[in-house]
């Protein structure tokens, strides 16, 4: 059974950092896409950063230049770093991953997906 596990959440302050991480089980995901969306409260959820199975990756345009996602491929692990968050940057956060080496930012084309953890950023 496949299953994707986030960790990594908590409460930052405003200009503070965090890194999100997804370990993955019951197959590799090397080689394979991955993401991470989020759903902030009362929003739908939306694309936040994707790796290509040949790790090219692409960005929503409010995260550029402060998140990097990234991949370990010997723990089988995603990883999102997240630097100089904002209050706005407040959702879950969920780790998805393809049956692909295709990259993708529509939640439609990710086959599994984690259960999600809470990063708050306070002002």
């Known amino acids: 059974q496949v299953q994707v596990v986030e960790s990594g959440g908590g409460l930052v302050q405003a200009g503070g950092s965090l890194r999100l991480s997804c370990a993955a089980s019951?197959?590799?995901?090397?080689?394979?896409?991955m993401g991470w969306f989020r759903q902030a409260p009362g929003k739908e959820r939306e694309f936040v950063a994707a790796?290509?199975?040949?790790?090219?990756?692409t960005y929503a345009d409010s995260v550029k230049g402060r998140f990097t996602i990234s991949r370990d491929n010997a723990k089988n692990t995603l990883y999102l770093q997240m630097n100089s968050l904002k209050p706005e940057d407040t959702a879950v956060y969920y780790c998805?991953?393809?049956?692909?080496?295709?990259?993708?930012?529509?939640?439609?084309?990710?086959?599994?997906w984690g259960q999600g953890t809470q990063v708050t950023v306070s002002s």
């Open positions: 019951g197959r590799t995901f090397s080689g394979y896409a």
């Open positions: 790796l290509s199975g040949s790790d090219g990756t």
């Open positions: 998805a991953a393809r049956r692909s080496y295709l990259i993708r930012i529509h939640q439609l084309d990710y086959d599994y």
